[in-house]
C-alpha cells in the first residue's frame, strides 16, 4: 500500500465514501431522495440559516466548480428543495434558501442524516484508534489549507 500516491488514494476513498453515502441515503424510504453532495448542500443552508448565502460562496465551501454548484443548484430548485433569488443589494449576486417544508423535513431528520455520516466515518476509520483518527483529520486539514489558493 506504501507504493501509492496520495492523490489518487484520497480520490478513491471520496469516490468510496461518496458511493456509500449515496447508496444509504436512497435506501432511506422516509426522507426525500438525495445525493451526498445535495445532502451536504442542505445540511450547510440548514445549519447557516441566519447567515446569507450566495451561489457563488457555494463553490469555496465545498471546493467544487462552478459548473458543478450551478448542476447542485439547479437540481435542488427544480426539486423545491431551495429557492433562489437575486439579492437586493446587487442583482448579479443570487441568495440560495431552503424551501420552509425542505427546512421542516431537514430538522426532523436531521440526527438521521448525521448518524448516517458517523456510520460511513466510523466504517472509513475501522482499526483506528481515537488518535489516529484525530491525526487524520489534523493531516487532511493541512493538506487542504496547503491546496487551497
Known sequence: MNNFQLGPLIKAVNTLFERELDNQLSARTDVPSLTGA??????????H????????DLE????????????LVKRL???????????SEDKRFKQVQLTKTTREQ?????????N???????????????????TFR???GICLKNLQK
Not at 77 to 87: G, L, Q
Open 77 to 87: 430548485r427544480e426539486n423545491n428543495f431551495i429557492t433562489v433569488f437575486p439579492s
Open 138 to 140: 489534523t493531516l487532511l
Open 49 to 56: 440559516a441566519e447567515t446569507i448565502v450566495y451561489q457563488r
Open 60 to 71: 469555496n465551501i465545498f471546493h467544487l466548480s462552478r459548473p458543478t454548484i450551478n448542476g
Open 116 to 134: 448516517i455520516f458517523v456510520r460511513i466515518e466510523g466504517q472509513m476509520t475501522k482499526g483506528m484508534t481515537e488518535n489516529d483518527v484525530e
Open 106 to 114: 431537514m430538522e426532523a431528520h436531521q440526527k438521521d442524516f448525521e
Open 38 to 47: 445535495q445532502a451536504r448542500l442542505l445540511g450547510y443552508l440548514l445549519t
